[in-house]
């Protein structure tokens, strides 16, 4: 599990790693009964206060994707995931509308901003194509 902090974004360390996790879930990345990284290795590697990465967990805790087990440490649910298509679609709508309000700011016009969608769909499907591949090798 990789996840990456943006600290210029203005949304709180804890929420981007929730989010990221709640993503990674989303998308088949994270399987029910995968573990996540402990909380001291992770603030460590991300360089945060262990309270951030705990608050990250217990948030998704509390939304029923993680279970926090003592002992064993954090684990994604196995219970039927919340993350069905309908709040799959619900997160990346919130993530096209924020999108949206930055290209508003820009004065970017409706096609400059779905241009620029395709280009990074298409630089996305190639990193994912050749990270499929380095994985066959």
């Known amino acids: 599990m990789f996840i990456e902090l943006n600290y210029r974004?203005?949304?709180?360390?804890?929420?981007?790693?929730?989010e990221q996790v709640k993503y990674a879930a989303a998308s088949g990345s994270?399987?029910?009964?995968d573990s996540?990284?402990?909380?001291?290795?992770?603030?460590?590697?991300?360089?945060?206060n262990r309270n951030t990465?705990?608050?990250?967990y217990s948030e998704l805790e509390k939304e029923g994707i993680v279970e926090i087990i003592t002992g064993i440490g954090c684990i994604i649910s196995?219970?039927?995931?919340?993350?069905?298509?309908?709040?799959r679609n619900k997160l990346?709508?919130?993530?096209?509308?924020?999108?949206?309000?930055?290209?508003?700011?820009?004065?970017?016009?409706e096609d400059e901003f779905l241009d620029i969608?395709?280009?990074?769909m298409k630089t996305f499907s190639k990193r994912d194509l050749r990270a499929k591949s380095?994985?066959?090798k």
């Open 30 to 33: 994270l399987l029910p009964g």
């Open 53 to 56: 990465v705990a608050k990250a």
């Open 92 to 109: 990346l709508e919130e993530a096209v509308d924020a999108a949206l309000v930055q290209a508003h700011h820009l004065q970017a016009s």
């Open 36 to 48: 996540l990284p402990g909380i001291r290795p992770l603030a460590e590697r991300l360089e945060v």
């Open 9 to 18: 974004s203005g949304k709180a360390a804890y929420l981007q790693i929730a």
């Open 78 to 87: 196995k219970s039927n995931s919340p993350l069905k298509k309908s709040v």
């Open 134 to 136: 380095d994985s066959k």
């Open 117 to 120: 969608v395709r280009k990074r």
